[in-house]
């Protein structure tokens, strides 16, 4: 497909801006000069002078139960209530208004190009919704987290929906254009175990923008970060975040490490639970300082700042799936990356491609391993083979091509079949579908 059929595209981005959005959005919301249109689809929020298509969430009639103190009530309800979660109340919200506007555009002789960015993973709705209506829309999910392959948000489904949430799933991946993934680990998930099309699947990895380090930002690489004899290390996001991450280990691991004699402390931006609010003092005094939630640019000056930076993750098939969307900052800082994740995953393969750090496997001896460099640090510099090409390939400008060339194949080849008549979401599998997609299935083993 030429520019300038891009140039006769219409693009509608579906997103959660409620939920804050990431920088995979917005950035993706910023190629709107190249096509004919790029609407912003989104229950609030708005970014720079990008056009919007807002919709508010349909009122949920269990709200009032929130006024009268019955808050367990209320989210019992709406579990029941609402499948496969509450984002349904913007998706019937928005999806009539969607479609008006789309109709419009293929009145106009303008292809059309639906992009519908997951989590939350209610929004896909949006997609089946105007598949079925106009076939010839081409659709494109955006999987930044896979489905029932990750125990944490299929097992928040009851369990009388997850047959119907396993249906769904299928109809998805079925249905859509194009299945697109962060890694290429995910995507051979999706194309072995839930057998989707070779033609159908592409990753995209998460993406840095240097423009959002500036120089004054930097911290002299010359400078002796460690004068004063402590070795800091950075944590961007939620660490308390069990299974997947498992946070107070690492902070039963850092007390252990400083009894030891290594003076190292571990610095969170991100929030901590609710649950944990008055616990602030206890993690200080154990060497874990937390900043709260911090600007996407203050951050990453903040990351320039320590002597490493850090990410974590349990051994579970969904977390050797997962490209944390923080990765690419960590490359673009240049701090050495304390790896703490399955040495089979798309995290382990990427901090290895670019040389940027060190896998320390979580299945394994990691607590003795991370004491054991930190220490070398202290003795040493520890000296790293960065692979500088492998990581601009992370680049928003290197990424940008990839969504162009992703939305370009896609919309210049047939659309695909619009969803069956009837509801496409039936309670339960029939046998033979059961056969082909066993739940066991969804979790990778």
């Known amino acids: 497909m030429s520019d300038s059929s891009l140039n006769d595209l219409a693009v509608y981005v579906v997103s959660n801006w409620l939920g804050g959005g990431n920088d995979r959005v917005r950035k993706l919301i910023q190629l709107r000069p190249l096509f004919s249109k790029l609407v912003s689809v989104t229950p609030g929020g708005r970014l720079d002078n990008d056009e919007v298509l807002q919709s508010k969430l349909f009122p949920n009639p269990t709200g009032v139960l929130r006024f009268l103190g019955l808050h367990r009530l209320k989210r019992t309800l709406d579990r029941f209530l609402f499948f496969p979660t509450t984002d349904v109340l913007f998706v019937w919200a928005v999806r009539r208004k969607l479609a008006n506007a789309i109709a419009r555009d293929l009145a106009h002789g303008r292809k059309v190009c639906l992009v519908v960015t997951l989590p939350p993973l209610a929004l896909v709705n949006i997609g089946l919704y105007i598949k079925k209506r106009f076939p010839q829309v081409y659709w494109i999910v955006d999987w930044q987290d896979l489905w029932s392959y990750d125990e944490n948000y299929f097992l928040q489904a009851p369990k009388p929906y997850r047959n119907r949430l396993r249906r769904l799933e299928r109809t998805i991946l079925d249905t859509a254009d194009m299945n697109v993934t962060t890694n290429a680990y995910a995507k051979d998930v999706l194309q072995k175990q839930y057998h989707v099309p070779a033609n159908r699947l592409r990753h995209i990895h998460h993406h840095f923008h240097a423009g959002d380090l500036n120089d004054t930002g930097r911290v002299d690489e010359g400078a002796d970060a460690k004068s004063d004899g402590v070795i800091r290390i950075g944590f961007l996001g939620t660490l308390f975040k069990p299974p997947r991450v498992p946070g107070q280990d690492l902070v039963d691991t850092i007390a252990e490490i400083r009894q030891s004699g290594v003076n190292v402390e571990l610095h969170v931006h991100g929030l901590l639970p609710k649950e944990m609010a008055g616990e602030t003092e206890r993690l200080r005094q154990g060497g874990v300082v937390m900043h709260g939630r911090s600007r996407h640019e203050e951050a990453l000056q903040m990351l320039t700042r320590y002597d490493f930076v850090l990410l974590l993750l349990a051994d579970f098939p969904n977390c050797r799936a997962v490209m944390s969307i923080k990765l690419p900052h960590y490359l673009l800082v240049g701090k050495p990356i304390l790896a703490i994740v399955p040495t089979q995953s798309a995290i382990a393969e990427i901090v290895n491609d670019t040389g940027a750090g060190f896998v320390i496997s979580v299945a394994g001896a990691w607590r003795q391993e991370l004491t054991r460099i930190l220490r070398a640090s202290t003795t040493a510099p520890l000296h790293l083979a960065r692979n500088q090409a492998a990581i601009e390939q992370f680049s928003w400008e290197q990424i940008s091509k990839e969504w ?23 309670l339960r599998l029939d046998k033979q579908e059961r056969e082909a997609y066993p739940p066991e299935r969804q979790f990778g083993t």
């Open 404 to 426: 162009l060339e992703a939305i370009a194949n896609t919309t210049d080849r047939q659309p695909g079949q619009s969803t069956p008549d009837g509801d496409p979401n039936p």
